[in-house]
């Protein structure tokens, strides 16, 4: 017995260490064998992983379902943090880390030091590269450790090229990381053209200047109308709906959208954000920098990385049941297969590799679901401040202890408390006692708590994975599934519920094998799964782990 149970042991810890040894083999001569050319990150901004599924049945061969069935679908794929907003995000995917090491906590911030809000992209110490507007000075210095694409500069002996690209500024920055060759993004309103910063550049290059001078931009100016026949839209609801926001001067949030009529009340060129023609325009620019750029043109792997910001934007006016969310992702489709067609041609077919994933979901309409009968609602942030007011003069005094309240945080002043001998983990004791007695108020957590405990699952290590020690706040709210501080029309994203974790994680290309998996995986995964396929190293900050199925 005692034999038969060793001769176990020993047979159980070879079959643990043999596949192991083998495959550590394997990854060593992986590198030479399947290293791609062309590194393509495809960040879908607020998308829901089932839009994927959802629209299924409209998607042409060539877009999403070439990416599903040729490559490697994580089908349970989720934020591990909150606030699940764009900026974190794009940090998020491109270093492998979460807020708590990463240190982009939102959007905007209250920053402690300066007492200043600050935007996660902004640096006034850069200029405008393209225009004579503010918008171009930007770099990723909030950022506080390597992404990817600067682990891949440093690997290539800065041979390897990153290029990032979005609408959105930080859809490009953050993705592009510190050592990036460039990053662009769009400056609407009377202009229509892609700028970037002089962290990055003095001008823009010749094939920038070009595609800004050409018609490339302008010609979206026309009518959006549906890509199909409206009436084949079975997958979204009706088109006139209370949930929806119109565009100014429209009687109602209908297609077909009049872009050249609404242009003037809609801040011109920034107007084509909003419709699915923002996500074709980013298209032409990414196979215009392919070929500016000659990317994936030798042995030594380049980045291209590119964000799609006009899902977000549509999402936010219309909402994730709507017609136009259904037209955008559509069209979305036809531009991933045109941008994959092109990459066979200029790449290679193989010869590349790809991965789409999105910065963070979106909830249904509060609205909408509340009249489905279902739990939702909107905070009324104007009596409960009031109510929050009394409290605080209440129970201290005149003494002002909110230096900031925002991405649902409160940030208390630590001097005032020192000066008046009081405890701090008392102070944020008491307001989150206070706090969670509030309706649409779920959970408070304490900057105390995240300090002193480990949390391994469900909503508090999420809300963990968010908060970081030098820049979060005192306490920490969690509001109700369903209950958001927005507009009554559109959808909006930031909680740490399912909605607006789970999103798509398609691989695609050299070296990845052909399948799906439903283990959870989860974003901070991603770089570090690229760089092991690549043989490089990890981004210094990384906390995800590689995906085996994928790198099998
Ligand atoms: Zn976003």
Redesign the pocket.
């Known amino acids: 017995m005692k034999k038969y149970f060793f001769s176990l042991l020993i047979s159980f810890l070879l079959t643990g260490l043999l596949p192991v040894s083998v495959s550590a083999q394997e990854s060593r001569t992986k590198p030479i064998k399947t290293t791609p050319k062309l590194i393509v990150g495809i960040v879908a ?2 998308m829901r992983y089932d839009y994927l599924t959802r629209f299924w049945e409209h998607y042409g061969d060539g877009g999403f379902k070439r990416m599903v069935s040729e490559g490697f679908n994580c089908k349970n794929n989720h934020y591990n943090y909150a606030p699940t ?2 900026g974190p ?1 794009h940090a998020s995917i491109y270093t492998g880390t979460t807020p708590s090491v990463h240190g982009v906590i939102g959007n905007n911030w209250y920053d402690k030091e300066s007492g200043q809000v600050v935007y996660c992209a902004s640096d006034e110490r850069y200029t405008s590269v393209g225009t004579s507007a503010g918008t171009g000075k930007m770099s990723p210095h909030w950022m506080t450790v390597s992404t990817v694409t600067d682990e891949l500069r440093l690997f290539t002996q800065k041979r390897g090229k990153v290029i990032a690209l979005a609408l959105k500024d930080r859809g490009a920055v953050l993705p592009g990381g510190h050592m990036a060759n460039a990053a662009y993004w769009y400056n609407g309103g009377l202009d229509g053209d892609w700028i970037s910063s002089s962290y990055y550049m003095d001008e823009l290059p010749k094939w920038v200047r070009d595609f800004n001078a050409s018609d490339a931009v302008e010609k979206y100016k026309k009518t959006w109308n549906t890509l199909k026949n409206i009436n084949v839209y079975l997958e979204s609801g009706p088109d006139n709906n209370p949930y929806e926001g119109a565009f100014s001067g429209e009687s109602a949030p209908v297609f077909p959208h009049d872009l050249p009529k609404l242009w003037e009340s809609n801040g011109q060129f920034d107007l084509l954000r909003n419709t699915a023609y923002g996500n074709s325009m980013t298209t032409d620019f990414a196979l215009a920098a392919l070929e500016g750029e000659d990317l994936g043109k030798d042995a030594i792997p380049d980045f291209l990385a590119i964000s799609y910001s006009s899902t ?1 934007y549509v999402g936010h006016q219309f909402g994730v049941n709507s017609k136009e969310i259904q037209d955008t992702y559509l069209r979305l489709d036809e531009d991933l297969a045109r941008l994959l067609k092109q990459l066979d041609q200029k790449v290679g077919k193989g010869e590349y590799l790809v991965f789409l994933s999105s ?2 979901g979106a909830v249904d309409v509060p609205a909408y679901l509340k009249d489905q009968k279902l739990p939702a609602g909107y905070m009324d942030s104007q009596s409960m401040s009031a109510k929050f007011r009394e409290f605080m003069s209440y129970t201290f005094g005149d003494a002002k202890l909110i230096r900031n309240y925002s991405n649902a945080q409160f940030f208390l002043d630590h001097d005032v408390i020192r000066s008046l001998d009081m405890e701090l983990e008392d102070v944020q004791y008491k307001i989150a006692q206070e706090l969670l007695g509030y309706e649409g108020i779920s959970r408070v957590f304490t900057g105390h708590q995240m300090e002193t405990n480990e949390y391994s699952r469900g909503v508090p290590y999420i809300i963990q994975n968010g908060y970081n020690q030098k820049r979060s706040g005192d306490v920490l709210l969690v509001l109700d599934p369903a209950v958001v501080y927005y507009s009554r029309t559109g959808s909006t994203h930031g909680s740490p519920y399912i909605y607006d974790t789970h999103v798509p994680l398609l691989f695609f290309g050299k070296g990845i094998p052909q399948g799906s998996t439903t283990e959870r995986t989860e974003i901070p995964d991603i770089a570090p799964t690229i760089s092991a396929l690549l043989g490089m190293s990890f981004p210094n900050g990384t906390t995800g782990t590689p995906i085996e199925a994928v790198l099998d």
């Open positions: 901004d607020q907003t764009t995000g977000d910065d963070h």
